[in-house]
């Protein structure tokens, strides 16, 4: 409860703001909805009545906290004033409530309290709490506080509404405007259609021309979208939605389109309108768009069918030779059906034995030998044949059974490697890949030691291969997951380095023994500058950490000689072998320790 020297009001606070403002000035944000949540009532008729002054005019208020959540959800505030010391439910238990529902996640949260600790402060901080207000409070620092949150709000929405190069609305405001466009569409306005447009320039001259002159392109191109909206838009008073969905992608929604010819007519002239001479300064640009297109009824109804089935449009466009847009058709569908079944397939796979390990050596780049190998997953199909995994792993990630493939896969590469080193075989490293799902489920280390155990595999031999990302969505949960995994005395290796964004600090704190570089810098050796030094500096810090490094990708021997002139410890790739099946690897291996 509060003393009553806080529940004094100053005359002279009262319209600090309100009072520079002439009518015809009144900022939005005094529209916004406040809402007040304290236990007593004296404090929040004066806090409203500092706003009031202020010109604010949208209150919701309540004195039990209990009631937060509920109206909270009823009247969606664009700010909460918030005290944390209440009798029936604190303020710490109010931000827990709030934050725990997606809708609220981010809702600006002003703190009013008399504590003077820091450890209040803390813990409302570390509950989402985004600023605060000591008690007694001053009128002008309550408005002052409460305008700048209702600022930074606005224009964090906007940042999140509309794109900072051309002004077009963010996918994000384009999902919404397609909900209301839908809801129309079953009134008067008939069929909602969504352009998918992708412009490839958009990319390309970023990586060539750099980012300043990408970003003239993009709004060239959307002025031209939403000059072509504002010609087919059904209402004079309503202009059709145009967005950036990407850096090369943009859409473009119109409603009220009524047959196939029209909306063909319309592709064409966004194709023809859209590939008109853009003039970058240096050279003229002629934008090549392809389109996908989606129309509500026939391809869903929900404003997520549209987005999907144009994307997916767009996708077959790309891949079709000559063609500039699509539809998403029938064949799409069919293509779908063919998907389900097999994912049904997949599922049975393991079951049905249908998995195989294909292994590709890697290389001492001094001695030629074979130094280990690495083991890859097939899936012998019943009807397509041999998939390699770019065929299916994707869509194991999507019905989730990459823990039991990749257990499998960890099960059967121990289980031969523990069969050829019983024969006599020179194996050296057996390299496995986990996926992200294996990874972080926090079961990956007795995976493996059970894997071990069953099949006799000495640890020694086995090499566990992961990439950067996995490394750093969560760097304590990784360094446990590496030091769980060392301490079986399996080795570890960062698979794919360099394309990801680790940081040097905790590269050298991992138990890891190997690097192997990303076939992206090996693709342009020896002539590639940025990539030889790239590929350098990769080696050059491996072996300061006492790594050894890999090469992944090689393909020719010119590549070969310019890794050994960088000190590249081995490679491996199709200048040696292609991944092979048991019966085509064991005669090399054999041949190799000769």
């Known amino acids: 409860m509060m003393n009553d020297q806080w529940l004094t009001r100053p005359a002279t606070a009262a319209n600090t703001w309100s009072d520079s403002l002439s009518q015809n000035e009144r900022s939005p944000l005094l ?16 806090v409203q009545g500092h706003l009031e002054d202020a010109g604010y005019r949208n209150f919701v208020v309540t004195n039990d906290p209990r009631e937060t959540l509920a109206l909270a959800q009823q009247k969606q505030p664009a700010v ?8 029936q439910m604190s303020g710490f238990e109010v931000l827990q409530q709030l934050r725990a529902q997606e809708a609220f996640r981010f809702l600006p949260v002003i703190v009013l309290t008399a504590a003077t600790g820091a450890d209040a402060k803390l813990q409302a901080l570390q509950l989402g709490a985004t600023d605060f207000l000591s008690k007694p409070v001053d009128a002008s620092e309550l408005v002052l506080r409460v305008r700048n949150t209702l600022a930074f709000r606005q224009y964090h929405e906007r940042s999140l509404s509309y794109d900072e190069v051309t002004g077009l609305p963010t996918r994000r405001l384009l999902e919404r405007q397609l909900r209301d466009a839908l809801v129309d569409a079953n009134g008067v306005d008939g069929s909602v259609v969504l352009f998918n447009i992708t412009v490839p320039q958009c990319r390309t001259i970023s990586e060539t021309m750099g980012q300043d002159t990408a970003d003239q392109l993009a709004r060239t191109l959307a002025l031209r979208l939403e000059e072509l909206a504002r010609q087919h838009s059904l209402r004079p008073d309503r202009v059709s939605p145009v967005a950036r969905l990407r850096q090369e992608e943009f859409g473009l929604m119109l409603n009220g389109v009524r047959t196939v010819d029209a909306l063909e007519r319309i592709a064409r002239q966004v194709l023809s309108t859209l590939a008109l001479p853009v003039d970058l300064g240096a050279q003229k640009v002629v934008p090549d768009a392809v389109l996908g297109i989606a129309v509500s009824g026939t391809d869903g109804h929900a404003e997520n069918d549209l987005i999907k089935g144009a994307e997916l449009a767009r996708s077959q466009a790309q891949r079709r030779s000559g063609a500039r ?3 998403f058709s029938s064949e799409l569908n069919r293509r779908s059906l063919e998907r389900l079944s097999q994912a049904t397939q997949l599922r049975q796979a393991v079951e049905r034995n249908e998995f195989q390990l294909h292994y590709q050596p890697k290389v001492d780049m001094a001695s030629g030998d074979i130094a280990g190998v690495e083991a890859l997953v097939r899936w012998q199909h019943p009807t397509l044949g041999l998939l390699p995994p770019s065929r299916f792993i994707g869509m194991a990630e999507e019905l989730g059974l990459m823990n039991d493939l990749g257990d499998w896969v960890i099960h059967k590469a121990c289980y031969d490697g523990a069969r050829w080193l019983g024969a006599g075989v020179p194996l050296g490293k057996m390299a496995v890949n986990v996926s992200t799902t294996q990874f972080q489920g ?16 000495a640890a020694s031999h086995l090499m566990v291969e992961v990439t950067e990302s996995m490394l750093m969505n969560d760097v304590q949960a990784a360094m446990a997951t590496l030091h769980d995994i060392r301490a079986l005395g399996v080795s570890l290796s960062i698979d794919d380095f360099g394309t990801g964004y680790s940081s040097l600090s905790y590269i050298k704190m991992f138990p890891v023994s190997e690097l192997k570089i990303d076939r992206s810098f090996v693709a342009d050796l020896p002539g590639g500058s940025s990539d030889t030094a790239i ?4 080696v050059s810090l491996g072996h300061n950490l006492g790594m050894s490094v890999v090469a992944e990708g090689v393909e020719t021997a010119e590549q070969m000689l310019a890794l050994h002139g960088l000190d590249c410890d081995m490679y491996q790739g199709f200048l040696f072998s292609r991944p092979l099946p048991e019966r085509e690897l064991l005669p090399l291996l054999r041949d190799s320790a000769r």
């Open 325 to 327: 847009y699509e539809f």
């Open 80 to 87: 909460l004033l918030l005290d944390l010391m209440m009798p």
């Open 31 to 46: 529209d916004a909805t406040v809402m007040l949540v304290d236990d007593d009532m004296l404090m929040t008729e004066l």
């Open 442 to 457: 926090g079961r990956l280390a007795k995976v493996i030691a059970h894997a071990l155990k069953s099949t006799g595999m």
């Open 535 to 538: 590929t350098r500096a990769i």
